[in-house]
Nanobody, 124 residues
């Protein structure tokens, strides 16, 4: 079992930045590809960013490309999502997830473990 806990969410003005963290316990995160997803009220959960086990490969949704950066520090069992130039449409609950595989994936059903989520609210 892997327990994931997100932190770093909050309220920020448009154009601002936040850094989300996802800390894991139970098993080492180095065995897992990791992803960030988000869910806005009344909408389905959507893919945001993913990173391979090694951290050498990343992938982003078009809506966040160039503004968000996913990274990981396996020694600290932690994954990050740096979010810059935030927009009101980025408002959502953000979830991190772990997939027992080498390469990243954008598919929700490929992920084995999920955190409880952290709220990000961007005001205009």
């Amino acid at each position: 079992q892997v327990q994931l806990v997100e932190s770093g969410g909050g309220l920020v003005q448009a154009g601002g930045s936040l850094r989300l963290s996802c800390a894991a316990s139970g098993r080492t995160l180095s065995n897992y590809a990791m992803g960030w997803f988000r869910q806005a009220p009344g909408k389905e959960r959507e893919f945001v960013a993913a990173i391979s086990r090694s951290g050498l490969s990343t992938y982003y949704a078009d809506s966040v490309k160039g503004r968000f950066t996913i990274s990981r520090t396996n020694a600290k069992n932690t994954v990050y999502l740096q979010m810059n130039s935030l927009k009101p449409e980025d408002t959502a609950v953000y979830y991190c997830a772990a997939a027992l595989r080498n390469y990243y994936t954008t598919a929700i059903d490929e992920y084995d473990y999920w955190g409880q989520g952290t709220q990000v609210t961007v005001s205009s």
